[in-house]
């Protein structure tokens, strides 16, 4: 193994480990902060290009915009199912709603995971193992690190992982059809807000009931 892909194996290895055994042990209050700070020192050790900049912040912006309509409108659509509202109405919410839809989800989830794994774990591995095999080890790690949370939901960790690689695959393509970070960004923030919202909006239906 070539040092270039040592150290792409081995920042997998970190991500995976920081966020099953690390990260969770943080105080809540700070986690947030925490993990974009890491992500942020990950992307300047690796020297990840972001693409924020104009033109590639335009391209991102309009891949990411594309990516996440159909999304919102899935979420909207699936909450007039049955077993859907079941299980939001079942989801354990945070006592702040606030600061999870403003702090938490764009700050310690999307911003964190998008920078170190589709920025720098994506850099990283690309120069080591080529766009498709950089592709799969980022996605790979994305389905590990989420080990943890599948196990404190309850929720089936074989199907989490893969459910999340797949994500943290697509989010790699839009990263790199459109060469910015803007793209996976916006279509991540989708994802994660409007199911937010939904299991808000379905549980405060059910108290207003």
Do not use: C, K
Request: hydrophobic letters at 55%; zero cysteines; proline letters at 7%.
């Amino acid at each position: 193994m070539r040092a270039s892909q040592f150290r792409a194996v081995a920042l997998a290895a970190v991500l995976v480990g920081w966020n099953g055994l690390i990260s969770p042990r943080i105080p809540e209050h700070v986690r947030p902060l925490v993990n974009a700070a890491l992500g942020a020192g990950l992307v300047v050790a690796a020297r990840a290009p972001l693409g924020l900049r104009p033109p590639q912040l335009w391209s991102g912006l309009r891949t990411g915009l594309a990516a996440a309509a159909p999304v919102i409108i899935g979420v909207a659509a699936s909450t007039t199912a049955s077993p859907v509202r079941v299980a939001m109405g079942e989801r354990d919410l945070p006592s702040s709603p606030a600061r999870w839809l403003a702090v938490r989800i764009p700050v310690g989830t999307v911003w964190s995971e998008e920078a170190a794994f589709r920025a720098a774990l994506g850099t990283v591995a690309a120069d080591a193992f080529g766009p498709t095999g950089g592709r799969l080890l980022q996605s790979l790690a994305f389905g590990l690190s989420h080990i943890d949370d599948a196990r404190s939901a309850g929720e089936p960790v074989l199907g989490t992982i893969v459910v999340t690689g797949v994500a943290g695959w697509f989010f790699a393509l839009l990263r790199e059809r459109s060469g910015s970070l803007a793209a996976p960004m916006l279509a991540h923030l989708a994802i994660n807000e409007a199911g937010a919202v939904a299991a808000l909006a379905v549980q405060g239906y059910r108290l207003r009931g």
